[in-house]
């Protein structure tokens, strides 16, 4: 369900002719500010992060205006989106929201309240627009893995009410063919069943069962634990 430009992975694609660009943020300090001054108050956090978000976001696009007009790109949007990245912590933000680890009572709520935040900003929205959570590209988001306090249930349920789907969710090597349909297969049921956009990363690692560690050298991703696939 994804419309085409969005600027994140995995799911950009472009259609046609022609030069176009689109702008995905990093904000997920944004979220971390407002929620550790708002506490557990969904409306007051929502009021506030929709204010802070819109702010950037509207500044962001009178940029891409300019570029758009000095350059003759065509400008396709914003995805407001606060994707995380290693120690800026988008489960560190929740759980200021929450007092509790991520996946605990509440982390729904708080992602309701960023997809809401998000969602308002007064530009042209494109992509996901909603609340990204990439196991394996938030340090925080990789040592809750690890610890179980959630799993691919958790997030697919979270997806229902934001975004994106299951993003560098750690599988062992020896994962079925089988078992892969049917987790792609639930993500793109609640894709087709609520019209909202939603991707899989699913990373199975070659040579490595569940309890053992993933060891990806790239540094954006963390390595955590491998847990096994129903």
């Known amino acids: ?12 694609y472009h259609l046609g002719t ?34 802070a978000i819109g702010g950037h976001a509207a500044a962001l696009e009178k940029a891409a205006r ?33 007092g509790a680890k ?7 709520t708080s992602a309701a309240v960023i997809t809401r935040a998000v969602q308002a900003a007064p530009v042209k929205r494109i992509g996901y627009s909603g609340l990204m959570v990439p196991v394996m590209e938030d340090k925080l988001l990789a040592q809750r893995w690890s ?7 958790a997030l697919l349920a979270y997806s229902s009410v934001c975004g994106t789907g299951l993003d560098t969710i750690p ?4 994962v079925s063919q089988e078992q892969i349909e049917r987790i792609l297969g639930d993500v793109a049921t609640l894709a087709f069943k609520w019209r909202k956009p939603l991707s899989a990363r699913l990373l199975p690692f070659k040579g490595k069962k569940a309890g053992e560690r993933t060891a990806f050298e790239d540094p954006r991703m963390i390595n ?7």
Do not use: C, H
């Not at 991520?102 to 729904?108: A, I, L, N, R, Y």
């Not at 610890?147 to 249930?153: K, N, P, Q, S």
């Not at 955590?224 to 129903?230: E, K, N």
């Open 147 to 153: 610890e179980g306090t959630y799993g691919v249930d």
């Open 1 to 12: 369900m994804l419309e085409p430009y969005a600027p994140f992975f995995p799911g950009s």
């Open 171 to 174: 599988m062992p090597g020896d």
């Open 66 to 98: 300019l570029i758009e007009k000095e350059t003759g790109w065509t400008y396709m949007g914003i995805d407001a989106t606060p994707a995380p990245m290693g120690d800026v912590s988008i489960a560190a933000a929740i759980e200021k929201f929450t």
């Open 18 to 51: 022609g030069r176009r660009f689109a702008i995905g943020t990093e904000g997920a300090n944004v979220v971390d500010q407002v929620f550790a001054d708002t506490g557990g108050n969904a409306p007051l956090a929502t009021e506030r992060l929709t204010s």
């Open 224 to 230: 955590t634990l491998i847990r096994a696939v129903p």
């Open 102 to 108: 991520f996946g605990s009572p509440g982390t729904m």
